[in-house]
């Protein structure tokens, strides 16, 4: 089955630049949406950004400025960069799947993140 | 934005009882709306689809209900190991939002 592994440094300087990458194994990158989600300790669910296997991304807009994803299809790896990052950008962060259907009407029946990394530790400090 | 907000955020309740969380949307998402269920050290784990569809394997004491901007997560008769903090998320528009979640313990 399909599996998600989170991996980069621990621990980032303000100012610096955050890049965590997800392998993904069992499986083809291809034809699929993948997502980084990030949850400061003790707090909610923050979606980051998606890329499709193609390229194609979306941010969060809060953090639009300072995202950028990218896919090595080869690798079967996406990567995750925030730039200038400070003490707000610590967190685990995960890297999950999108997968989606409609059902037989056209209705979106599943739209969900079905595969998660086990998530990474980042943390900004000097 | 769609801003998602759960209540309680918190709740206490004992094996057997059934527990209720509500999320609400700040705009009209069909039923495009997931839960999940998110245990200490690891990552989130699907329950819900569709805002009412139960997840293959997910035990039939979870349930879902709701559509428009109003929905329900219940639990009809809490277990040990339903100790957790459960998340609703929608995927009517981009970006992807999550309530803020609602732990779940056992009294």
């Known amino acids: 089955q399909v599996q998600l592994q989170e991996s980069g440094p621990g621990l980032v300087k303000p100012s610096e630049t955050l890049s965590l990458t997800c392998t993904v194994s069992?499986?083809?990158?291809?034809?699929?949406?993948w997502n980084w989600i990030r949850q400061p300790a003790g707090k909610g669910l923050e979606w980051i950004g998606l890329?499709?296997?193609?390229?194609?991304?979306n941010y969060n807009p809060s953090l639009k400025s300072r995202v950028t994803l990218s896919v090595d299809t080869s690798k079967n790896q996406f990567s995750l960069k925030l730039s200038s990052v400070t003490a707000a950008d610590t967190a685990v962060y995960y890297c999950?799947?999108?997968?989606?259907?409609?059902?037989?009407?056209?209705?979106?029946?599943?739209?969900?993140?079905?595969?998660w990394g086990l998530g990474t530790k980042v943390t900004v400090s000097s | 934005d769609i801003q998602m907000t759960q209540s309680p955020s918190s709740l206490s309740a004992s094996v057997g009882d059934r527990v209720t969380i509500t999320c609400q949307a700040t705009?009209?998402?069909?039923?495009?709306l997931n839960w999940y269920q998110q245990k200490p050290g690891k990552a989130p784990n699907l329950l819900i689809y569709?805002?009412?569809t139960l997840e293959t394997g997910v035990p039939s004491r979870f349930s879902g209900s709701g559509s428009g901007t109003h929905f329900t997560f219940t639990i009809s008769s809490l277990q040990p190991e339903d100790t957790a903090t459960y998340y609703c998320?929608?995927?009517?528009?981009?970006?992807?939002?999550f309530g803020q979640g609602t732990k779940v313990e056992i009294k």
């Open positions: 069992g499986g083809s990158i291809s034809d699929f949406y």
């Open positions: 998320q929608q995927y009517d528009n981009l970006p992807r939002t």
């Open positions: 999950a799947r999108r997968q989606y259907y409609y059902d037989s009407t056209g209705h979106l029946k599943f739209d969900a993140f079905d595969i």
């Open positions: 569709d805002a009412s």
């Open positions: 890329i499709y296997s193609s390229g194609n991304t």
């Open positions: 705009q009209d998402i069909s039923t495009f």
